[in-house]
Nanobody
Framework: QVRLVESGGGSVQAGGSLRLSCAASVYISGDYCMAWFRQAPGKEREGVAN???????SYADSVKDRFTISKDNAKNTLYLQMNSLKPEDTAMYYCAAAGGYGPCGTWYAAAFAIWGQGTQVTVSS
């Protein structure tokens, strides 16, 4: 069973940057989708960015041109570089993994079988 562990969250002022990491306990082989989701208090979990094992990436409109998803296969690690942070980016951020490419197209959270514990990002104005 793959385990995902996020790190890198914290508190920053608006306009600042953070880089989140998600370390997988084992190498994930085959076709897969890995994603970053976030959930703010009182709101539904929403997809932020995802990346397929073939390198194809997708972003939510709210973070395009500010966030960059990447992966380091040698380190079994997924990253989310977040720049120009806004107060509305404040949320718990989760990484998730799913077999196949379908979940990367649907952003359907229930399709992701493996989740990390989350890391808090707080952006002050």
């Amino acid at each position: 069973q793959v385990r995902l562990v996020e790190s890198g969250g914290g508190s920053v002022q608006a306009g600042g940057s953070l880089r989140l990491s998600c370390a997988a306990s084992v190498y994930i082989s085959g076709d897969y989708c890995m994603a970053w989701f976030r959930q703010a208090p009182g709101k539904e979990r929403e997809g932020v960015a995802n990346i397929r094992s073939d390198g194809s990436m997708s972003y939510a409109d709210s973070v395009k041109d500010r966030f960059t998803i990447s992966k380091d296969n040698a380190k079994n690690t997924l990253y989310l570089q977040m720049n120009s942070l806004k107060p509305e980016d404040t949320a718990m951020y989760y990484c998730a993994a799913a077999g196949g490419y379908g979940p990367c197209g649907t952003w359907y959270a229930a399709a992701f079988a493996i989740w990390g514990q989350g890391t808090q990002v707080t952006v002050s104005s």
